[in-house]
């Protein structure tokens, strides 16, 4: 199947490694570790392996070496997200700088909010942004096998202002976004992977067509809550951009038709921000699966 399963490669002791090499050897010896464990996941992760270069050369249009360069350029720009992510989330925010667009629009969700993102970049950074503002961040996780990573991370970041949600099948989860958004916190979550069986909508996306989960503007519909599409890219080693559109509050309709002609319009709205970061920053959109082939699979 081509679609995310709902899992994500990684454990609970490459989390361990990576912090305790940023807490006692620095973040610069954290990179050049960084190297060998990226060089074993190249070879050694077919699928990701085919579709970085699928999107390189079919939807960005590389040249086949271009293409093959990619791989590793991607790999190792993702891998030293992980890596910024973790020493932000532990402390060590000081050593980056940020540039904040669209900071005002968060300041304006008083009565709570949901941030959409995406796999670009290093999105986390939202709950720096959010200290600023002296609001809790709840950042929603779909992946089951991440409550040990969960837990972990709790408990190392048990000084910040930062939360998770873990997606259930039971839909419990759905009682503590309820309790988020009525203490007008604000949840982050993504708005590019969906698992089957869920809703979603067609629309295109970097020049073909692509399948979107309907469900994070459906949150925001249901709670009433405005949303802002957030995005935070890598610049340089020590430097991120932050962008947050303005305020988008989509319509909750009892009309069946309607309330699917607005959640798509929504979805769409996300779906243009998201191609305007992609095309300035290609490298940086971390999907290892074919993400248009489940839409081909669909009309074949």
């Known amino acids: ?51 970085i270069y699928s999107f390189s050369r079919h939807i960005l249009h590389y040249s086949a070496l271009k293409s093959l360069v990619s791989i590793f350029r991607n790999y190792y720009i993702f891998g030293q997200i992980l890596i910024d992510k973790l020493a932000m989330l532990s402390g060590f925010q000081h050593r980056f700088t940020f540039d904040f667009e669209g900071e005002e629009y968060l300041r304006s969700m008083h009565g709570g909010g949901l941030l959409i993102s995406a796999h670009v970049g290093n999105w986390e950074i939202a709950g720096n942004l959010l200290n600023r ?12 096998e991440h409550q040990r990573i969960k837990g972990y991370l709790e408990e190392t970041l048990k000084e910040r202002n930062v939360h998770f949600i873990v997606i259930r099948e039971d839909y419990n989860h759905l009682k503590e976004i309820e309790l988020a958004f ?14 089957e ?34 995005f935070a890219v890598k610049e340089t080693r020590k430097h991120y951009h932050f962008y947050a559109t303005p305020l988008y509050r989509p319509e909750f309709s009892r ?4 309330r699917e002609e607005i959640l798509k319009e929504a979805v769409t709205a996300y779906v243009r921000k998201l191609e305007e970061i992609l095309r300035e920053y290609p490298l940086q959109w971390f999907n290892y699966y074919d993400f248009w082939k489940q839409e081909t ?3 074949t």
């Open 297 to 299: 699979q669909l009309t």
């Open 255 to 258: 009309n069946l038709q309607k």
């Open 133 to 144: 503002l002296n609001k809790p961040i709840h950042i929603l996780l779909f992946d089951a």
């Open 197 to 230: 069986g869920n809703k979603t909508v067609t629309v295109d996306f970097m020049g073909k067509p692509a399948r979107f989960p309907v469900g994070p503007v459906n949150l925001a519909a249901r709670f009433r809550m405005p949303l802002s599409f957030v």
């Open 1 to 51: 199947m081509s679609s995310w399963q709902g899992k994500t490669r990684g454990g609970i002791l490459g989390y361990k490694i990576f912090i305790w090499t940023i807490q006692y050897l620095g973040i610069p010896f954290a990179y050049f570790l960084l190297r060998f464990v990226i060089t074993w996941f190249v070879f050694n992760s077919r699928e990701a392996f085919r579709a």
């Open 182 to 195: 009525t203490g007008g916190d604000i949840i982050a979550m993504h708005g590019d992977r969906f698992i």
